[in-house]
């Protein structure tokens, strides 16, 4: 069970994160995306961005070294292992593109038990090298009960 | 690409449908471009010993393929403002024919004065929907 204590948690803001073109190229063809603006800087340039453009999950990449953080904070208890995704969520202000140089914070923001499963919610704000917010990442994980598994909601 | 005429979008319509198969080797490509290692991605047998029927697609990259269709279909018209999923089945990957999902997008809601648009995304495989209340909101210019 997760310490409800955790709840109002704030941790320390990650470590830049320096979003590379190919980095942003492979993402987009591991999620079957061929638009342009992910893959050449001329289109994204062309429709005003500074270079290619990341698709609307890669920020996934940044939020998780935040869940990272949660993950192995023994107070709050998450067992990796019984941990399946709930929910997901991203807000923009503006696109990544490759370039930004990003800054995850997380802060959880809520803690429930719900028939033996925990359901914890964080939310993390990233922000680019001037400190201006660029996406705040969402996520619900829910930690199955240790004694039986419930594998409909794994994902 | 940004043929997309925010004036001509009706909400109710639907706009861009699409199957796709997820394989063994895409889920292998999505662990390494997102870092997500987590075994049960890639491996059976640990699947199975935490009680799933074995190697499931990353919830991430079905709703990363998801939204795809609808990427490249706006094009440089819009940006994506927001994008949320609930993940309500698990997508198990056969190691020889993969997993077919297929994917429809409808207009759900257009707020005309702040130019967004509403896409809700119908995600199934195997004939059941595999994410919930999935809804992306694009901004467009």
Redesign the interface.
């Known amino acids: 069970m997760v310490n409800p204590d955790v709840q109002g948690r704030v941790y320390p803001p990650t470590d830049p994160y320096l979003v590379g073109r190919e ?1 942003v190229r ?2 987009a ?9 992910h893959h050449d800087p001329e ?1 994204a340039r ?3 961005f500074t270079d290619v ?1 990341a ?3 890669f920020a ?2 940044v939020q ?1 070294f935040t869940l990272q953080q949660l993950l192995s904070d023994e107070e709050a208890g998450v067992d990796f ?2 941990v ?9 202000s ?2 990544i593109v490759a370039g930004d140089e990003l800054i995850g914070t997380m802060t959880v923001t809520s803690v429930k038990q719900l028939g033996g499963n925990s359901m914890v919610t964080s939310s993390t704000d990233i922000v680019d090298a001037a400190g201006a917010h660029v996406v705040t990442a969402i996520s619900t994980l829910v930690v199955r009960a240790a004694a039986e ?1 419930t ?5 | 690409m940004s043929g997309v005429d925010f004036g001509r979008l009706v909400v109710g319509e639907t706009v861009v449908e699409r199957d796709f198969r997820l394989s063994r080797d895409s889920l292998v490509r999505y662990a390494g471009a997102s870092g997500d290692f987590n075994p049960i991605h890639y491996r059976d047998d640990v699947a199975r010993s935490v009680g799933l029927p074995g190697v499931l697609a990353h919830g991430m990259l079905t709703m990363g393929a998801a939204a795809s269709p609808v990427i490249e279909w706006i094009g440089a018209a819009g940006t994506v403002a927001d994008y949320q999923v609930r993940f309500t089945r698990p997508v198990p990957v056969d190691p020889e024919f993969g997993a077919e999902l297929s994917v429809s997008a409808t207009v759900g809601a257009l707020d005309a004065e702040a130019r967004t648009a509403r896409f809700d995304l119908k995600v199934s495989f195997a004939g059941q929907t595999v994410l919930g209340k999935s809804q992306l909101v694009v901004s467009f210019a």
């Open positions: 980095k492979e993402f063809r591991a999620v079957l995306s061929a638009s342009p603006l289109a062309a429709a005003g453009v698709p609307p999950t996934i990449v998780d292992s019984r399946v995704h709930g929910d997901q969520r991203f807000s923009y503006r696109p598994s594998s409909e909601e794994a994902a």
